[in-house]
């Protein structure tokens, strides 16, 4: 393994604020995820710094006793990048740019800055330049005072550097080029969608790093990239998966994620348009993750806004080998019993215990319930299968009235 001070990583800040919105535990949490995504990005969080406000400050986001606060911070440590957790205006940027003396962005160039990393096809490269060059258009004037003295790192990679040396007009026209490209692209996705023929269309959908593609992978039997980073998958990967002799197609598709850009749903909507047309979704649930029923609400939010929602779906929730929950000391008589203290026996008594048949618990990386998933994997496509060719019933037999089968 390689140690953390052998890399040169990026010192970073992060800034998050407490509002009536916006609750201490919850500003903690959005931090705690802001803080892998900038470790994913490939920076290293010296400090947190959080402030509690009615509304965010019009110029400088937060207050300008804590700006002062984390200006003092940023000079003392030689801090390279302040990431915000929530999306800064472009005077709010240039503001605190002006003040800071180094790099600031916030979340969503943050999460657009991961994408340019992960983007791996050309396709998927040209929906990360688009959405950055969205963003990037109202920020130019008086951007980059200080970014020009510290070219790359987080926030620089795709247009980033270029941008600040470019005009409106231009970005303007480059943004016309990547929307005509894409819409070529899009149209030559559909075909190939539509070419796939009659096979039952499987989406594997949930939040960033809850094992997708792991599941991919030990599903279709194929090698899609899997990493514990947010965002490890970006391309749409779509394979044909054969369980006992039923035919379908499984896609993963890439992670949501909570405040996703507007931007990345506008540029990726053909990698979304796989879910719109999927004909069963997976959604894939981290359960060892402690705030696994907000990143639920997330997806089911996004689901929503693609007009997805309502599709059959099975709940799948995966990494039951790192569920540990939180212990309550015998002689402690103050903590209260929450949902945290559940058992995986009691969880499941819970509000899942409604969803019915379509819950499974599971260890992708195990291997753990993967015979049962398979079952109900079939058992859901074989429905809807036979809901469209009533005539092939007696082809796809219930799945434990095979025997001797190979799957």
């Not at 394979?239 to 931007?263: A, E, M, S």
């Not at 990698?271 to 894939?284: K, P, S």
């Not at 079939?378 to 190979?406: G, K, S």
Request: net charge negative; hydrophobic share 35%; proline share 3%.
């Amino acid at each position: 393994m390689i140690e953390e001070d052998k890399i040169k990583y990026e010192k970073t800040v992060l800034i998050g604020v407490i509002t009536q919105f916006q609750t201490e535990e919850k500003s903690d949490e959005y931090l705690e995820e802001l803080e892998f995504l900038t470790y994913t990005a490939g920076g290293r969080v010296l400090k947190r710094f959080t402030q509690k406000i009615e509304a965010p400050h019009p110029k400088t986001f937060i207050g300008t006793g804590k700006i002062e606060e984390v200006r003092k911070y940023v000079r003392e440590h030689e801090i390279d990048t302040a990431i915000f957790d929530d999306e800064l205006s472009p005077a709010q940027q240039r503001n605190i740019e002006k003040i800071l003396e180094c790099k600031v962005i916030d979340r969503t160039y943050l999460i657009l800055d991961i994408f340019a990393q992960r983007a791996q096809t050309s396709y998927a490269r040209t929906q990360v330049e688009l959405a950055q060059y969205e963003y990037l258009l109202p920020r130019l004037a008086g951007v980059g005072i200080h970014l020009e003295q510290q070219r790359g790192g987080i926030g620089m990679r795709g247009p980033g550097e270029r941008a600040i040396e470019t005009d409106r007009r231009t970005v303007r026209d480059r943004i016309t080029n990547l929307k005509r490209k894409l819409e070529s692209i899009d149209k030559q996705m559909a075909v190939q969608r539509g070419n796939r023929g009659s096979m039952v269309r499987v989406a594997l959908v949930g939040y960033t790093n809850v094992g997708k593609s792991t599941l991919m992978n030990l599903i279709s039997k194929s090698e899609v990239f899997a990493e514990n980073k947010l965002f490890a998958t970006l391309d749409t990967t779509v394979r044909k998966v054969v369980i006992r002799n039923l035919p379908f197609l499984l896609t993963d598709t890439v992670g949501f994620i909570r405040k996703l850009p507007t931007q990345l749903i506008e540029s990726f909507k053909s990698t979304l348009d796989e879910v719109r047309e999927a004909d069963l979704l997976v959604h894939v649930v981290d359960i060892s993750h402690p705030n696994f029923e907000d990143q639920i609400h997330a997806v089911n939010n996004i689901l929503q806004e693609i007009e997805s929602r309502d599709k059959p779906t099975l709940m799948i929730f995966n990494k039951i080998d790192l569920y540990k929950p939180e212990e309550i000391e015998e002689d402690d008589l103050i903590t209260e019993r929450t949902s945290s203290h559940y058992t995986l026996e009691e969880w499941k008594k819970t509000w899942m215990n409604r969803i019915g048949k379509d819950v499974l618990f599971i260890s992708a990386a195990k291997e753990e319930n993967i015979e049962e998933f398979r079952k109900k994997l079939y058992e859901a496509v074989r429905e809807i299968h036979v809901q469209r060719y009533p005539y092939n019933d007696f082809l796809y037999p219930e799945y434990d009235e095979f025997t001797d089968m190979d799957s």
